[in-house]
């Protein structure tokens, strides 16, 4: 698979890399361990080297996942995770709210490695902006743990323009990890000039819409109540029936192309911007071999014309997260 650089310090990464928080949890289902285990070692075998997780997926139980099917490929994977939630550290259990005070961070990095089965890890991100901890203490502690070389890259998802700012003057920030997709545009008005200006680079998670864009998913289908799309009213059955037009649109640009739409919405990502790298989620070989299969999938100057001027005209129904969630983003 083609590579690509994340950040102006040497970051480099499979151009599509996998993102493994539904491996454990989130989408109303706890797939078997010994079931994801062989889906992560295909995803290295076919050439993915960059792989995400969270110490709050689960909370734990990703990490652990993670560290244990990349074990045997250490040395030739970048392993990204996260800190910034109030988790107790050795129980796992939720305190509630975000914690990103520096001796917590400290701490939670220790777990994150055990974890991890590494002594190092390759992108810390801090989760969300904690509003109660200044960015210049968090990037402080982070530029701490990369002196200490028990990580290399720092890290932010779903930050603001100024927080990027903020973190960048402290410890040069490689990638900000934010959701980017045809029907979650909202980076590019601020936050892609803002990347671009700084040598920053771009990870979108829910590159396919959390499933909406691959074409599987319409206003008939049911979410279990433990599904994270339950709550999301992105995902209300008039809203899905509203926001159908887009993937309308993929589909016809798929057919001609020979693709799918889920690759051709990755396929679109990719295009913009040579610092992007998105990654989309599965529990399923099949699916992850579609996902791949984008990096190949060339759209032309009209494809793309096409996309904007149809993209132009369907608006978007029902908001990306519930309300509580958004709250944390974008600060």
């Known amino acids: 698979m083609q590579k690509r650089k994340l950040g102006n310090d040497g970051l480099e990464v499979s151009a599509i890399g996998l993102g493994c928080m539904g491996m454990t949890d989130a989408y109303g289902q706890r ?16 050439g993915v080297t960059f792989f995400d997780t969270a110490e709050n997926y689960g909370p734990f139980r990703n990490e652990e996942l993670v560290g244990e099917a990349l074990a045997p490929y250490r040395a030739q994977v970048v392993i990204a995770t996260k800190f910034g939630w109030n988790i107790d550290p050795f129980t796992g259990e939720r305190l509630g709210g975000l914690n990103s005070r520096p001796e917590h961070i400290k701490i939670a990095t220790e777990g994150m490695l055990k974890r991890l089965k590494t002594d190092y890890i390759d992108l810390l991100y801090q989760h ?6 200044p960015m210049e203490d968090v990037a402080g502690a982070v530029k701490g743990l990369i002196q200490q070389g028990k990580v290399r890259h720092f890290g932010l998802s779903e930050a603001g ?19 980017y997709s045809l029907w979650t545009r909202e980076p590019e008005a601020e936050i892609l000039p803002t990347l671009a200006e700084l040598g920053i680079g771009l990870v979108p998670y829910s590159p396919l819409g959390k499933g909406f864009l691959t074409g599987r998913i319409d206003e008939r289908t049911k979410f279990d109540s433990s599904d994270l799309r339950s709550r999301i009213p992105r995902f209300e059955p008039e809203a899905l029936k509203a926001n159908l037009a ?11 192309k020979g693709a799918t739409p889920a690759q ?6 990719l295009a913009q911007k040579p610092w992007i790298v998105p990654i989309p989620g599965t529990t399923r070989l099949a699916r992850l071999e579609e996902n791949i299969g984008a990096a190949s999938v060339d759209l032309a100057a009209d494809d793309f014309r096409e996309i ?24």
Not at 128 to 133: G, I, K, S, Y
Not at 161 to 179: F, K, M
Not at 310 to 330: D, F, M
């Open 308 to 331: 904007e001027d149809a993209a132009a005209k369907i608006t978007v129904r029902g908001a990306r997260y519930p309300e509580e969630i958004l709250r944390l983003s974008g600060r």
């Open 246 to 256: 887009l993937v309308d649109l993929l589909g016809r640009i798929a057919e001609r």
């Open 161 to 179: 323009a100024q927080s990027i700012r903020r973190a960048q003057a402290v410890q040069p920030v490689t990638a900000l990890q934010s959701e």
């Open 264 to 269: 051709v919405a990755l396929a679109w990502l």
């Open 31 to 46: 797939p078997d361990k010994e079931k994801m285990i062989p889906i992560i070692r295909a995803a290295v075998e076919r």
């Open 128 to 133: 969300r902006v904690d509003p109660e901890v």
